[in-house]
C-alpha cells in the first residue's frame, strides 16, 4: 500500500494534527505576510467579508481549522497599526477565531455596520481595500448584495476611501511561508506515488485496460488515502498512426505512450502534475531511444525555462524571453503555466496560455514575487522517425517554488520515461 510508504509524512495526519497545522500557519500568515503585502500595496485598512455557504475564495482562506463556514455575515477588518496589523471580526468575541481575530462588535449596543463605522473612525485610513475586481475570479467576491450594504450603511465620507483589494487579495493568495512550502512537497511526493502505483503492469493489461479505468484507479486510490482530486484526473494516450495526440477513452496497447494529468488537495493545497509512460511490447525491456529523446528535449525546455524566472518580472515577460531562448532548438514548444497553492489553478501571474501563445492579458502583466509556487506546465514536440515522422509530444508539468531568485522542483521532475 501507498499509505505504508508515507506512515511519517504530513500526508497521513491525524485531525488533531492537521488542526494545529492549519492554526499555525494561518498564525504565520497573519503576523508576517499580512502586514507586509499590505504595506507593499500601500492599503491601509482591508474589509474581507462573505455569508454563510456563499463564501469567496479569499474568505475561506482566513478561516482557522475549526471553522468550516462562515457564521451568518462574515466581516473580517484588517487595519495597519504601525509595524503590524490589527485583526480583527465584527462579531463578538467567541471561542471559535478568538486566537486570530478580535471580537469588535459591542452586542445590544451597535449592528455590523454601525461597527465598522466606528472601527474605521478609530483608525482613519488614508484608503479601504475592498474585493471588487472585474478580470481576477478570487478578488471578485464581494456580492451584489452586501456591497450595496456598504453602500448604504457606510458613513459616506469613508465609501469615498474605497479602493479596489485586487492586488492585495492575489498577494495574500500567492505568498507561501515556509512550512507551506514543506507540505507541497509531501503533497507533490504523494501525488507522483499515485501515479508511480497506476503505472504498472498491475493495473495496466495491455488490449485490456482502457485510459478511463486508470483514471477511476487513480481516483479510487486517491480518496482510499483520504485524499481530494480537485479534477479528472485525465489519462490519454499517442499511438503510432493516429493524429490525436490526447486519445482518451481508449484500450491501452503496446507500443502507445500514455499521459496523466492529476491534482490532489491536502491541507487547503493543491498539487497539479503531469507524467508520462512508454507501454513495453513483448520483446522491449527498455524505453526505445528515440523515445527517450522527446523527454530530454522537454527536460531541455524546463531548463530554459526556469532560468528565465527573475523577481518582479512580469509573466509575459517571461513567456517572451523563454520562447526566445527555445526558438533555436529543434522541438517545438508550448508554454502554459500557471500558480499553485490555494487553488489548483491559483492566484498570481499567468506564464502563456494552452490557446493563447502570446501575451496573456491581466494576468501575464502581474509579477513574479519570491515564495510562490507554479505548476510548471508545457509541452514539446518533434517528429519521430519510427513512427513515419509523426507529431510526438512531451506534454509535462512539475510543481515549482520561486525562492531567493532561484527555481527548485518541489519534489523532483521526470527525467526518464515510466516504462509499463
Not at 66 to 77: D, G, Q, S, T, V
Not at 348 to 370: A, E, M, R
Amino acid at each position: 500500500m501507498i499509505k505504508e510508504n508515507f506512515t511519517n509524512s504530513v500526508m497521513t495526519l491525524t485531525e488533531k494534527k492537521k488542526s494545529e497545522v492549519t492554526d499555525r500557519i494561518l498564525k504565520e500568515r497573519l503576523n508576517n505576510i499580512l502586514p507586509k503585502i499590505m504595506d507593499e500595496q500601500d492599503i491601509d485598512f482591508w474589509i474581507v467579508m462573505g455569508r454563510e455557504f456563499n463564501e469567496g475564495p479569499l474568505l475561506k482562506t482566513f478561516f482557522p481549522s475549526n471553522l468550516k463556514f462562515a457564521r451568518r455575515n462574515m466581516i473580517l477588518l484588517f487595519a495597519k497599526d504601525g509595524d503590524s496589523v490589527e485583526c480583527m471580526t465584527v462579531y463578538p468575541e467567541n471561542n471559535i477565531v478568538k486566537d486570530f481575530y478580535k471580537g469588535v462588535l459591542r452586542k445590544d449596543e451597535e449592528n455590523d455596520w454601525e461597527c465598522i463605522n466606528r472601527i474605521i473612525k478609530e483608525y482613519n485610513p488614508k484608503n479601504i481595500g475592498i474585493n471588487k475586481s472585474r478580470h481576477i475570479q478570487y478578488t471578485d467576491e464581494l456580492t451584489v448584495s452586501l456591497n450595496e450594504f456598504l453602500e448604504e450603511n457606510i458613513d459616506k465620507k469613508y465609501l469615498d476611501r474605497f479602493v479596489s483589494a485586487e492586488k492585495l487579495g492575489v498577494r495574500w493568495l500567492e505568498t507561501r511561508v515556509q512550512e507551506e512550502i514543506d507540505i507541497l512537497k509531501e503533497i507533490c511526493r504523494m501525488t507522483h506515488a499515485v501515479i508511480d502505483k497506476a503505472f504498472t503492469r498491475e493495473v495496466i493489461k495491455p488490449g485490456v485496460t482502457t485510459t478511463t479505468d486508470v483514471e477511476w484507479y487513480m481516483r479510487q486510490t486517491m480518496t482510499d488515502l483520504g485524499y481530494f482530486y480537485w479534477f479528472g484526473p485525465d489519462v490519454d494516450l499517442q499511438r503510432k498512426g493516429e493524429s490525436n495526440s490526447r486519445l482518451s477513452n481508449t484500450v491501452i496497447e503496446a507500443g502507445d505512450i500514455i499521459h496523466c494529468d492529476i491534482g490532489i488537495k491536502y491541507l487547503g493545497l493543491y498539487s497539479d502534475i503531469q507524467r508520462i509512460a512508454y507501454i513495453a511490447k513483448d520483446n522491449e525491456d527498455s524505453v526505445p531511444k528515440s523515445i527517450e529523446e522527446i523527454l530530454v528535449s522537454g527536460n531541455k525546455f524546463q531548463d530554459i525555462f526556469a532560468a528565465n524566472f527573475e523577481e518582479k518580472m512580469t509573466g509575459n515577460k517571461i513567456f517572451e524571453n523563454t520562447m526566445e531562448d527555445a526558438k533555436s532548438e529543434s522541438f517545438k514548444p508550448m508554454l502554459y503555466t500557471h500558480p499553485i497553492g490555494f487553488h489548483g489553478h491559483g492566484a498570481g501571474l499567468s506564464i502563456g496560455k494552452y490557446d493563447n501563445q502570446g501575451p496573456v492579458p491581466v494576468f501575464g502583466d502581474l509579477l513574479l514575487h519570491d515564495s510562490t509556487c507554479y505548476s510548471m506546465e508545457l509541452n514539446i514536440s518533434q517528429p519521430l522517425e519510427e513512427w513515419d515522422n509523426q507529431m510526438v509530444f512531451a506534454y509535462l508539468e512539475e510543481d515549482i517554488v520561486f525562492q531567493d531568485n532561484e527555481v527548485s522542483f518541489l519534489h523532483g521532475r521526470q527525467d526518464k520515461f515510466i516504462l509499463i
